[in-house]
């Protein structure tokens, strides 16, 4: 018997820039194939909150974006701290990523506040930090994936960062860390999307969502094709040049 599986998308209207929606689609055919029946919700600025979330995942939107979903974000911002510490895996890229911590500050100064989820803060620059980028993980391995932001985030002692760079910028030019992490909430600057060319992280997500809900471990799935494709990307990803 197919059993569900709630994802929710943080605001894919405003918060979509680079292709982010992929990760929404990665973990519904990854679902499919591990027997479960995968329910995707769109969640934007307005709506009411899905009764189910099981997975939450979110992308990065330019600055304009980020204002249209901020007051929202704050107003479902303690139910996110509740999901959060009850241990519901999410993945926040870019712009959400930076709104999950304290706050960004543009470049001229204005503060717009996040829900303080992770610890970071995000400071505007005249900097791009843009191009290919090859990360490593004890848990996950080798993550690969694309970073373009000008913000430049700053971990805080409750914050771990996702990854360690070798190839590429990282949340900032200076500490060579990539995205942060608390409890199962993941965040990272890697677009591509990021879950197609790194399905251990889609395990995860997936992995610790059926734990939760159904007390039940992923088996394996028989894809060679797929994970072959898969593996192409990963090594095209790490030998093009920035």
């Known amino acids: 018997m197919s059993r569900d599986v709630h994802v929710v998308q943080l605001y894919p209207r405003d918060m979509n820039i680079y292709g982010d929606y992929g990760n929404a689609l990665t973990l519904q055919r990854r679902l ?15 709506d009411a909150f899905p009764e189910q979330a099981d997975i939450l995942i979110g992308g990065g939107g330019r600055d304009s974006g980020q204002d249209r979903i901020q007051t929202d974000l704050l107003g479902i911002g303690d139910r996110l701290h509740r ?36 610890d970071v803060t995000t400071y505007g620059t005249d900097r791009r930090l843009i191009g290919n980028i090859v990360t490593e993980s004890e848990e996950f391995g080798r993550i690969v994936g694309y970073e373009n932001h000008s913000g430049q985030t700053w971990l805080g002692r409750d914050a771990q960062p996702l990854a360690t760079v070798t190839s590429g910028a990282g949340n900032n030019d200076q500490d060579a860390h990539e995205g942060a992490r608390h409890r199962n909430v993941l965040a990272s600057y890697l677009h591509g999307s990021l879950l197609p060319k790194n399905p251990a992280i889609a395990d995860f997500l997936i992995g610790t969502a059926v734990r939760r809900k159904y007390g039940a471990e992923l088996g394996a799935v028989d894809h060679p094709s797929v994970e072959t494709l898969t593996q192409r990307a990963r090594e095209a990803a790490v030998a093009r040049p920035r």
């Open 32 to 46: 499919e194939w591990y027997g479960y029946e995968p329910v995707i919700h769109s969640y934007n600025p307005g």
């Open 83 to 118: 999901l959060a510490e009850d241990d519901v895996p999410m993945l926040m890229i870019c712009g959400l990523y930076q709104l999950f911590g304290h706050y960004f500050e543009t470049r001229e100064g204005a503060r717009i506040p996040g829900i303080g989820l992770l």
